[in-house]
Structure formats: structure tokens, C-alpha cells
């Protein structure tokens, strides 16, 4: 009896202990928000997020005096606040400490949240063996503490998706985020926060693996459980709105993607105000379904709202917008107009690490492109060779960002009227495309008459030309999306139709395709389709 006695002393003890820390960390982290409260300083005093938290991380010894747990637990929380913001020195530094201030084997869980931090540092870094090394310690301490099947792991696993996500390895992302769903949803409930959060990143991972069915039933279901526990006009609504934009528009269901997109919009700046990166970043998305949809003009338009929505000093959306901006203007053939804001991004991705994710150098094949619309095919061929070979190191040879990559050397070859190099890229781009989407996809549709054109241009490859084309139209006579490229498509086979002076089969495809006037989207393409239908 005097022993369990004892033991229960000792266990209130030790959770009041706990709660006086608990609350010390959070009456200090009130105090510096407080500090930096904008309706208590001027302009000139108030701190960038970066600097706030270096001041923060100066006062820790001060203000918690030798209580070394609650300091760990302090700068544990700015380490992760550090990385968040890629201040990654500091962070190094600041979780370093944090480890430091933990005796061996004391509060595991504490060490294990400190070593997935600095695993996810160290795999941002692409110190990668290091970094599985943390991780996998950090698992260790976590299951030993709490379990195997514990939130502690669940947090672990979601830490780890979400720095696999940030470097573009996509499939690395998958299995640590469907881990980090499971434990955390089964353990918690799905309707818990962090149970929502990681089915969030789920369908964010898909997303990028375009895995769009998947992906549209995660983040619906997010949507649907924020609803019913936050309510419809929850901030945490704005991210799965952004993500399920992004599927809808590739998927060109343009209508609902302008309505969820215009919903996101709505709630961020009501919720977070007229300026935040949520805001720019689903303008960014609603530009780019605009552009796709043929809009120019409304995309352009939407990036200058984002442009005003951007707050000062986020260089990453910053980099975005440009590139984005950039791409618009390649669309409507102005490679001198998509030049700067092309270098401009260029330039952002790589100060705020984008070469080691790759998408520096998907931003440098993107002005690459620009450069080969102004006839620069030298320089334009020197970009892309180096951004194919990084993009590979980086990602594998069937990342589908090297399919883009190619996409764009295929692109430059054409333009140089290097038909059988424009193929040989093409087919690359097909072969990785196909793996991933199928031949179903609009992608792989836009892709394959690319090819077509590059091999009507090649008179030993006509018939394999025919063919191709022949299939195309078989599998996408008449469908909406693919309306910006229908037309090319059957002009192009009228024209090899009349190459083997086949006039009668060119005029009857031609005014076939005529009585499908919605998916003519040029007058000039029109135009052309009547002087096949007319011709005698």
C-alpha cells in the first residue's frame, strides 16, 4: 500500500510537472506573438516570421531558466517553425539544441518528435541516408514508448510524407502518407484534425502521382468531414479546395473546378484576409484552368489578382506566379514576352532550394522553351540537355516530370524542324505518360498528335502517321476535352489524306467534322476544314 501510494504521488507529481511546462512553453510563445501583434508596433519594429523566430530561440535560456525539458519542448517547436520556413541553418541549429537538452532515454516521445524533425532537415538537404537514419530512430523511440500502432508513429509518418512531398518524391510520399492516414484516423477517429490533415496530404500525393480517382475520392471525403465538424466556411477547407481545383483541371471538368476553385478563394479571404498564400495560390491554379480552358485573357487576369493577393517576401509562390505568367505567354507564341518572368522564377527556385527538388530545373526546361520560340536553339538545347539529365538523377528515369522535360525537347525540335528528334522525345514522353494515366488521358491524346505531326513531316514514317492519327480519331472523335486540339487533329488527316490525292475521303472527314462546330475553336482552323470539304 505504501508503495502504490508512493507511485501515485510520484505519477500526479509527474503530470503536474508536465502541465506547468505545458503552459510555461505556451505563456512563452504567446508573449513573442503578442510582441509582434501588428495593432502593437510600427512598420519600422515589426520582424519578418524568420527573424521573430531567431529572437525567440535567443530568449529560450533566459526566460526558462534551467528547466531543460521545457526549453527542449520550446525550441522543438521553433525548429519546426524554422523548417517550415526552409530557414534550414537555423533550424539545424535550433533542433540540435533541442536535442541537446535531453538527457539519454528521457521523454522518448520528445526525442522522437526531435529526431523526425531533424530527419525531415536532413532529407531536405538530401542528406538522405542520415535522414532515414533519424527517421528510422525516431520510429524506434515512438513505438517503444507508445506502440507500433500509435498517433506518435502516425505523427512520424506524416512528418516524413510531407518532406517526400516537398522534394518531389512522389512515390516515397505514397506508403509513409497512407500509413500516416491509417494510424492516425484508426486511432483517433477520422473526424479528428490530424486524422482529416493526413487524408488531406493523401490525396495531394495522388494528385502528383496522378492518380486522379483516388485523389478526388480522398480529398471529397476531406471535404466532407471538415464540413461536418468545422463547418462550411472553415479556413481548413481552403488546401483540399486547392488540391481537388488542380484534379478537376487536369481532368478539364473546367466548370466544377471554377466553382470549388471560386469556393477556396471565398473562405480564405474571408477567413485569412485578402492577402495569404492560400489566396495566390488558388488564383494560380484558376489561371491555369483558364489558360487550359483557352481563356487567356481571364488567366491572365487571375494571376494579377494573385500578384495583389501574394504578401511581401514569399519567394516560392512568387516563383509560381511567374513561371505560370511565363507559360501563358508561350502558349500565345510570345517566347520574348515569357522570357523574363521566366528567369525571374528561375532565379527564385534556386535561392529557395528548388534544385534540389527539381523544380528549378523544370522551371529552366520552361524557359528553355521561351528561348526556342525566339529561334535561341542553341541555348534553349543547352538548358533542356542539363535539366534532362539532373531531372532523371533526381527522380528516376520514369518520374513523370521527365515527361514534361521531354515534352519540351520535343518541343525546341520542332520548332528547329528536327522532326525525328521531336519524335524520338515524344515517344519517351508517351512511353512514361502511358504508365502512369493510360492512353484515356488528354495528355496522352495532346502528346500522340504532336507525334503524328512529327511524323507526317518524315516521308518514310507517313503510314505510321496515318496510323497513329487513324487511332486518335477513333478513340476522340467528338469529345469535349479535347476540344483546343480536335480540329488539328482532323485537318492534319485531311491533309495526309490529300497528300495520296484521296480527295473524296478528305472532304467527307472534313464535313464531318464541320457538324461539330462547338469543338472548332478558331476561325482559322474552320477555314481550313471548309477548303478540304469544298474542294472538287
Known amino acids: 500500500m505504501v508503495g502504490i501510494a508512493l507511485a501515485t504521488t510520484v505519477g500526479l507529481q509527474r503530470e503536474q510537472l508536465q502541465r506547468q511546462r505545458a503552459e510555461r512553453v505556451s505563456d512563452f510563445l504567446a508573449a513573442i506573438y503578442r510582441e509582434q501583434d501588428p495593432l502593437s508596433r510600427n512598420a519600422e519594429s515589426a520582424q519578418t516570421p524568420a527573424e521573430l523566430i531567431a529572437a525567440a530561440v535567443s530568449r529560450v535560456k533566459d526566460e526558462l531558466g534551467h528547466d531543460s ?289 527539381g523544380i528549378a530545373w523544370f522551371a529552366q526546361a520552361e524557359l528553355a522553351w521561351a528561348l526556342a520560340l525566339q529561334g535561341r536553339f542553341d541555348e534553349a538545347q543547352k538548358l533542356l540537355s542539363e535539366a534532362e539529365v539532373q531531372m532523371s538523377q533526381l527522380l528516376g528515369p520514369d518520374a513523370y516530370q521527365n515527361a514534361l522535360v521531354s515534352v519540351r525537347r520535343a518541343t525546341a525540335f520542332s520548332l528547329q524542324k528536327d522532326w525525328r528528334n521531336a519524335a524520338a522525345y515524344l515517344r519517351e514522353s508517351l512511353r512514361i505518360e502511358e504508365k502512369f494515366f493510360g492512353p484515356d488521358h488528354y495528355l496522352h491524346f495532346s502528346w500522340s498528335l504532336a507525334l503524328a505531326q512529327s511524323l507526317s513531316h518524315m516521308a518514310d514514317r507517313h503510314d505510321e502517321a496515318v496510323q497513329l492519327l487513324d487511332t486518335l480519331i477513333a478513340r476522340w472523335d467528338g469529345k469535349d476535352e479535347i476540344a483546343q486540339d480536335y480540329a488539328e487533329l482532323m485537318l492534319l488527316r485531311c491533309d495526309l489524306y490529300a497528300d495520296k490525292r484521296d480527295h473524296e475521303a478528305a472532304r467527307a472527314l472534313a464535313t464531318q467534322t464541320l457538324q461539330h462546330a462547338g469543338l472548332i475553336v478558331t476561325a482559322e482552323r474552320a477555314a481550313a476544314l471548309r477548303r478540304h470539304a469544298e474542294r472538287l
Open 69 to 357: 525539458l521545457s526549453q527542449a519542448q520550446l525550441l522543438r517547436v521553433l525548429g519546426e517553425a524554422q523548417l517550415n520556413l526552409s530557414e534550414l541553418a537555423a533550424a539545424h541549429e535550433t533542433l540540435d539544441l533541442a536535442a541537446s537538452k535531453l538527457a539519454h532515454g528521457e521523454e522518448p516521445l520528445l526525442g522522437a518528435e526531435i529526431d523526425a524533425l531533424r530527419g525531415a532537415l536532413a532529407r531536405r538537404e538530401l542528406r538522405n541516408d542520415e535522414a532515414q537514419r533519424y527517421f528510422d530512430h525516431a520510429l524506434q523511440q515512438a513505438g517503444a514508448a507508445a506502440g507500433t500502432q500509435s498517433v506518435a508513429v502516425g505523427r512520424i509518418d506524416a512528418l516524413s510524407a510531407s518532406t517526400f512531398l516537398a522534394l518531389s518524391r512522389f512515390k516515397d510520399a505514397q506508403a509513409v502518407a497512407a500509413s500516416a492516414y491509417m494510424l492516425l484516423s484508426s486511432q483517433l477517429g477520422d473526424e479528428h484534425p490530424e486524422a482529416i490533415s493526413a487524408l488531406v496530404s493523401l490525396g495531394a500525393v495522388q494528385e502528383q502521382l496522378r492518380q486522379d480517382e483516388q485523389a478526388l475520392a480522398n480529398l471529397r471525403k476531406a471535404v466532407a468531414l471538415i464540413e461536418k465538424r468545422f463547418g462550411a466556411g472553415d479556413a481548413r477547407l481552403v488546401r483540399p479546395l486547392l488540391v481537388l481545383g488542380e484534379v478537376l483541371r487536369r481532368a478539364r471538368d473546367f466548370s466544377e473546378g471554377r466553382l470549388v476553385l471560386d469556393r477556396g478563394a471565398a473562405i480564405s479571404r474571408q477567413r485569412l484576409g485578402e492577402r495569404n498564400v492560400q489566396l495566390a495560390d488558388i488564383l494560380i491554379t484558376r489561371a491555369r484552368l483558364e489558360s487550359e480552358a483557352g481563356e487567356s485573357t481571364s488567366a491572365i487576369a487571375a494571376l494579377d489578382a494573385a500578384e495583389r493577393a501574394l504578401p511581401e517576401n514569399e519567394a516560392t509562390t512568387l516563383a509560381q506566379l511567374l513561371g505560370n505568367r511565363g507559360k501563358i505567354w508561350i502558349e500565345l507564341k510570345d517566347g520574348k514576352r515569357a522570357e523574363p518572368d521566366l528567369r525571374a522564377a528561375l532565379k527564385l527556385h534556386r535561392e529557395t532550394g528548388g534544385l534540389r527538388s
